[in-house]
């Protein structure tokens, strides 16, 4: 099968199955209900409980997880081409730990209790912050290296106050409320938080998206695509600004979701062919799709335990690390 065939071929098969694990998710919970029955729900029919989860449990968490799961995907795809690293990926620029660090700022001080929706706004503060230090680091003609050491140095600042907040805590159980926010979670989350994150998703994906022809260009090296007429300083700040918006977003309202920004590129790369441009939708989907599904995991998995969202894909992810290693030491030999 040709590469442009084999292309559209698995385009076609993600969006099926991302929107079939999306209609999963809306009718997965503890209760047994019919798939007609909750389809009316999500509409106002029926009965008046049954609506109200429907809208107001099932229906934000689905959502979420498609919009987060695109987002993760995409951007690794993005960062993955930008920075010419099999190893990148969102939290390698300090997004995903700074904001972080903003919701456990939101927690610690009693912010969260007493506004709601304070904790994803002090992530998203969280993310504006570390995306404009990485710029000042960096610099506006900053290259991949050192984006990298600025991404890990913001990364590592925020990691080390966000042990420093845990370590002051007086309050034991805010502690473990900030320890149980950082697994990752979709549980709880409503339509404000949809709304919230949906316009900083939105632009950052049509920042990204963008960078396709840049992408392929950069395939070639920076002065080639230099060469080509592509603007080495736009690319940069669509790269770093697009993944800091939708991923800082993201991070928000689910807490730190590892490894989907990693896999889900790693995966489909052969599926699509050399060209970034192609991976950018195909990763999109794709980490929608994995996320829906690991999301209908935990509920299936351990209803009664709240397992982690963010614990399901690590153990995903640490063993596709072996698989990584494992495979490069094969090619070298």
Do not use: C
């Not at 805010?174 to 994150?197: C, K, Q």
Request: proline share 5%.
């Amino acid at each position: 099968m040709k590469t442009s065939s084999r292309f559209h071929a698995t385009l076609i098969l993600l969006f099926v199955a991302t929107s079939a694990l999306f209609l999963l998710s809306l009718v997965t919970g503890p209760a047994s209900v019919s798939l007609s029955d909750s389809l009316a729900a999500l509409f106002g029919r029926g009965d008046e409980l049954l609506v109200l989860v429907m809208q107001e449990i099932r229906l934000p968490r689905a959502l979420l997880g498609l919009i987060i799961g695109a987002t993760l995907g995409l951007s690794g795809a993005a960062l993955q081409g930008y920075l010419r690293n099999p190893l990148a990926e969102p939290g390698l620029i300090g997004v995903s730990a700074s904001a972080s660090l903003g919701a456990v700022i939101a927690i610690y001080t009693g912010l969260s209790a007493a506004f709601a929706i304070a904790l994803p706004l002090l992530a998203l503060a969280g993310a504006v912050v570390a995306v404009l230090l990485l710029q000042v680091m960096a610099g506006p003609d900053g290259r991949p290296l050192t984006v990298i050491l600025a991404g890990v140095a913001i990364s590592s600042l925020a990691g080390a106050m966000t042990s420093l907040v845990l370590n002051l805590s007086p309050n034991p159980f805010a502690a473990m409320e900030i320890m149980f926010w950082m697994l990752g979670s979709l549980t709880d989350r409503s339509m404000p938080h949809v709304w919230l994150i949906l316009p900083f998703t939105l632009i950052g994906w049509a920042m990204l998206f963008r960078l396709g022809r840049a992408l392929d260009a950069l395939t070639l090296g920076p002065d080639a695509a230099a060469s080509m007429g592509v603007n080495l300083k736009s690319t940069q700040r669509l790269a770093v600004i697009g993944t800091a918006l939708a991923v800082g977003a993201a991070t928000a309202v689910s807490g730190a979701i590892g490894f989907v920004g990693l896999v889900v590129p790693h995966v489909l790369r052969p599926l699509v062919g050399a060209q970034p441009s192609r991976l950018l939708p195909a990763s999109a989907l794709g980490g929608a799709a994995l996320l829906l599904l690991a999301d209908i995991l935990v509920r299936v998995i351990a209803p009664g335990r709240d397992l982690k969202l963010g614990v399901l894909t690590a153990i995903v992810g640490a063993p596709f690390f072996f698989w990584l290693v494992w495979s490069h030491r094969r090619k070298a030999q």
